[in-house]
């Protein structure tokens, strides 16, 4: 049949053209046999967001608390979501390590060992979460329901599965099992999307608490404070201590989940890619001691953000005054590091318009999810920082604070649009042809037994390249015996002087526009390290500064925040790896 269809059949779901007539009209049947696994995309993708929204509505019902759902209704749900995608990974493990070896392509440049390594940190950090809510349902466990005991119990199990499984199979390319894998892959997609949500909802409610907890402080009588906790007395002594401590792991998870659901989505772009089979771009130079000033500067920001956090949880709690105060010492803080941001990036920029190079846009899944993540998150903070401008325009009264505020929004818009067109050019620009030589000149001479290439070594691929920088860099004379030495024999480089360039030789000097790259670099990676931990640990100045809140009203602009927020955090910790594989890209 597949002859007669003019393919040859190569294996599951592959076929090439052969020769002989071509098919006639009206026989598509090997078509139509081969259309569930050319719709297996579609298919899944459909399931998967249908698993996603059911579940977010279950979310919504339960923390409403409409329809008769509670919140053990929500962890049943994600659970048994959670335990399929046990079952197949384990499925997939068995079948990949089984007694015939499943022998995959490997796409290089998806999950690549430091991203792999910061999702097991973050990983980590959530066992911890786990433990503590074990810990604190073993202490009311006579007034709590086993969902919420089995729950972090199944979610430590997953928690330690998928990142063995990410470790060590986030780079296959499947092409076997198409369909089943694909499901397989977009199931794990959105369990973890939903698992990210349901974190995102409890800090919420937590960081809403908190507030509201602040503003009844102050005086605004109007506001209930709903009770929190079970209807029984703890049986141990530790259950207030896992309850506070558990909402400082909450970050941790939550960028947990978001970096498993990446790493879930490029395997399942990468079901039945056909590879190019190109190497990828290796850094050729090691980072010497001229790359200082970006990460000094980016050190201090951090150690500064440290502090700046400390005072503001420590202000916020107190008077009218004081909690005014310490939001705008984050506001001026804020502005101060968002223009050197600015600058840095701008620079970057404009070194890329002076040093020209081609552009990669080289089939990448990768490559083009940072970029849409970058757009989209950024999307989020664009929302706060006009909803700031908007309100600043409309108050009434305009308080030092207000026109701060104003400053540090419309900063806010910029440093993301430059920021992202920084990102976003680095990971597409090539290396040019010098430094890809250098490159492969360094590999070989790191290897053990094998010598630098010289002149005298004859090497078919690089001898051309090798002949005229060698007798370009000899010094040149009346007899012309090293232009004869480089040219014929290149056998005895030392005794004719002929030796490749500094450039070679000492791979370590960077040229001035790297080092300076590589510095704007390291510092914005700090810098949205930093940013990414005052939201994250709960300096939220939209919620302490009033300002909004006279303007759109208490319930509408905690739903904007609430929604807005995470994305706007999640996109300082993604612009951090992207710049971190900018940073050995370079």
């Given at each position: 049949m597949a002859e007669r269809c003019g393919f040859e059949v190569l294996g599951d779901c592959q076929r090439r053209p052969v020769s002989g007539p071509a098919p006639a009209v009206g026989e598509d049947s090997c078509f139509s046999a081969s259309q569930p696994v050319k719709q297996a995309a579609t298919l899944s993708a459909q399931y998967g967001i249908n698993v996603f929204v059911l579940g977010m509505v279950l979310m919504?019902?339960?923390?409403?608390?409409?329809?008769?759902?509670?919140?053990?209704?929500?962890?049943?749900?994600?659970?048994?979501?959670?335990?399929?995608?046990?079952?197949?990974?384990?499925?997939?493990?068995?079948?990949?390590?089984?007694?015939?070896?499943?022998?995959?392509?490997?796409?290089?440049?998806?999950?690549?060992?430091?991203?792999?390594?910061?999702?097991?940190?973050?990983?980590?950090?959530?066992l911890v979460l786990d433990v503590f809510k074990i810990g604190y349902y073993i202490g009311y466990s006579s007034c709590l329901t086993?969902?919420?005991?089995?729950?972090?119990?199944?979610?430590?199990?997953?928690?330690?599965?998928?990142?063995?499984?990410?470790?060590?199979?986030?780079?296959?390319?499947?092409?076997?099992?198409?369909?089943?894998?694909?499901?397989?892959?977009?199931?794990?997609?959105?369990?973890?999307?939903?698992?990210?949500?349901?974190?995102?909802?409890?800090?919420?409610?937590?960081?809403?608490?908190?507030?509201?907890?602040?503003?009844?402080?102050?005086?605004?009588?109007?506001?209930?404070?709903?009770?929190?906790?079970?209807?029984?007395?703890?049986?141990?002594?530790?259950?207030?201590?896992?309850?506070?401590?558990?909402?400082?792991?909450?970050?941790?998870?939550?960028?947990?989940?978001?970096?498993?659901?990446?790493?879930?989505?490029?395997?399942?772009?990468?079901?039945?890619?056909?590879?190019?089979?190109?190497?990828?771009?290796?850094?050729?130079?090691?980072?010497?001691?001229?790359?200082?000033?970006?990460?000094?500067?980016?050190?201090?920001?951090?150690?500064?953000?440290?502090?700046?956090?400390?005072?503001?949880?420590?202000?916020?709690?107190?008077?009218?005054?004081?909690?005014?105060?310490?939001?705008?010492?984050?506001?001026?803080?804020?502005?101060?590091?968002?223009?050197?941001?600015?600058?840095?990036?701008?620079?970057?920029?404009?070194i890329y318009r002076i040093d020209k190079r081609s552009m990669d846009y080289s089939k990448n899944p990768t490559r083009k999810l940072d970029g849409q993540l970058l757009a989209s998150t950024a999307c989020a903070s664009w929302l706060l920082s006009w909803c700031s401008v908007l309100a600043v325009v409309s108050a009434e009264s305009r308080r030092r604070s207000t026109w701060l505020s104003l400053s540090l929004s419309t900063m806010a818009i910029v440093e993301k649009s430059v920021q992202n067109m920084f990102i976003v050019e680095s990971l597409h620009r090539k290396r040019d042809a010098g430094e890809e030589e250098a490159g492969r000149i360094k590999a070989t001479s790191d290897r053990p037994g094998i010598s630098p290439p010289r002149c005298g070594v004859v090497n078919k691929t690089l001898v051309e390249v090798e002949?005229?920088?060698?007798?370009?860099?000899?010094?040149?004379?009346?007899?012309?015996?090293?232009?004869?030495?480089?040219?014929?024999?290149?056998?005895?480089?030392?005794?004719?002087?002929?030796?490749?360039?500094?450039?070679?030789?000492?791979?370590?000097?960077?040229?001035?526009?790297?080092?300076?790259?590589?510095?704007i670099?390291?510092?914005?990676?700090?810098?949205?390290?930093?940013?990414?931990?005052?939201?994250?640990?709960?300096?939220?100045?939209?919620f302490d500064n009033g300002l909004e809140e006279n303007v759109y009203g208490f319930e509408a602009w905690i739903l904007i925040v609430n929604l807005a927020m995470p994305f706007a955090i999640f996109y300082r910790m993604h612009a951090s790896s992207a710049l971190f594989e900018v940073f050995y890209a370079i």
């Open positions: 919504l019902a339960g923390t409403f608390q409409r329809a008769g759902v509670t919140q053990e209704h929500t962890l049943a749900y994600l659970s048994t979501l959670m335990a399929m995608q046990l079952a197949w990974m384990l499925w997939y493990f068995f079948r990949r390590h089984g007694k015939s070896v499943l022998v995959t392509e490997k796409d290089e440049h998806a999950g690549p060992r430091w991203l792999r390594g910061g999702l097991t940190l973050f990983a980590i950090l959530s086993a969902t919420k005991g089995a729950y972090p119990a199944i979610h430590a199990v997953h928690t330690l599965s998928q990142v063995y499984f990410l470790w060590f199979h986030a780079k296959d390319v499947i092409q076997t099992f198409q369909m089943i894998e694909r499901f397989g892959m977009i199931h794990s997609v959105f369990t973890n999307l939903l698992l990210w949500v349901n974190s995102i909802i409890a800090e919420s409610k937590h960081q809403l608490h908190d507030h509201k907890k602040r503003l009844a402080g102050l005086g605004f009588a109007n506001l209930t404070m709903e009770k929190t906790g079970p209807n029984c007395s703890c049986t141990i002594h530790a259950c207030a201590a896992f309850y506070k401590s558990s909402y400082y792991m909450y970050p941790f998870s939550i960028e947990y989940h978001v970096l498993a659901s990446a790493m879930l989505y490029i395997m399942w772009k990468n079901v039945g890619r056909k590879l190019d089979h190109i190497s990828p771009q290796k850094p050729a130079f090691k980072t010497r001691s001229n790359i200082l000033p970006g990460p000094v500067l980016g050190a201090a920001v951090f150690a500064t953000t440290i502090g700046i956090l400390v005072v503001y949880s420590l202000q916020a709690d107190h008077s009218k005054d004081r909690r005014l105060s310490a939001v705008n010492i984050f506001y001026l803080y804020s502005m101060a590091v968002l223009g050197l941001m600015s600058a840095a990036s701008t620079t970057g920029l404009v002949r005229e920088l060698c007798c370009a860099a000899a010094p040149q004379s009346s007899d012309d015996r090293s232009s004869s030495v480089c040219g014929e024999q290149l056998t005895s480089p030392r005794a004719a002087g002929c030796f490749p360039p500094a450039s070679f030789r000492q791979m370590g000097n960077l040229r001035k526009t790297r080092v300076i790259l590589k510095n670099v390291a510092f914005l990676f700090l810098c949205n390290i930093s940013f990414w931990i005052l939201p994250a640990f709960g300096a939220w100045p939209q």
